[in-house]
């Protein structure tokens, strides 16, 4: 990594941003702090102007070294997807233990300098729309300093994924934006 980087450096190439992303969970890697440390001395070196962002399904934050190590980022984006835990059970298909309770008393540590990121979408089995009440109360109980909304923006295995228009998930979002929330709604 750091030859790649170095190399972009002295090719001149621009560097906004570093993104952990992708298939899979970064905050698993057993090493994840040791990864972000690396990356942020990298990133200061031959980057001093760019960004370092994770995206997780904020699922590990309760381990006390990946919420340090994240709160290290420039932009820590944090995933829930639904107002209650039911929504996220069929939504998500979560392995393993995932409370909604839990987590959001994790991400309360982040006292809100973090990125809040939700997709909204429709099946034949559930509606997002359903939690959305108790989402937009998740919302003003953590205060994070941007939501991020979306919906699906291609071909999905499950026929039965439907997605939201921008003008729907705005309305969805409409008394959050009122409230002076910062979101950005992607279709």
């Known amino acids: 990594l750091e030859q790649k ?3 972009c450096a002295a090719e001149g190439t621009p560097v906004d941003s570093i993104t952990f992303s992708g298939n899979g969970e970064p905050t698993m890697h057993p090493d994840f702090p040791a990864v972000i440390d690396l990356i942020l001395s990298l990133r200061d070196r031959y980057y001093p ?6 995206l997780s399904n904020a699922t590990l934050v309760g381990r006390p070294e990946v919420a340090q190590a994240l709160m290290k980022v420039d932009n820590p984006i944090l995933k829930i997807d639904g107002g209650t835990g039911g929504l996220i059970a069929k939504m998500n298909a ?11 008393r994790n991400l309360e540590r982040f006292e809100g300098n973090f990125v809040l990121q939700t997709m909204f979408l429709v099946a034949d089995d559930f509606d997002c729309q359903d939690g959305l009440e108790a989402w937009k109360e998740i919302v ?3 205060r994070p300093r941007e939501v991020m909304v979306y919906t699906i923006d291609r071909q999905t295995p499950d026929e ?5 228009t921008i003008e729907q998930m705005t309305a969805f979002v409409q008394p959050l934006l009122d409230e002076g929330f910062k979101i950005q709604i992607k279709g």
Do not use: F
Request: proline share 4%; charged share 30%; aromatic share 8%.
């Open 5 to 7: 980087i170095a190399a």
């Open 49 to 54: 102007d760019a960004k370092v962002s994770v």
């Open 94 to 104: 979560p392995v393993g233990r995932y409370h909604l309770d839990e987590v959001v």
């Open 140 to 142: 003003r109980r953590l």
């Open 160 to 164: 039965s994924l439907k997605k939201y």
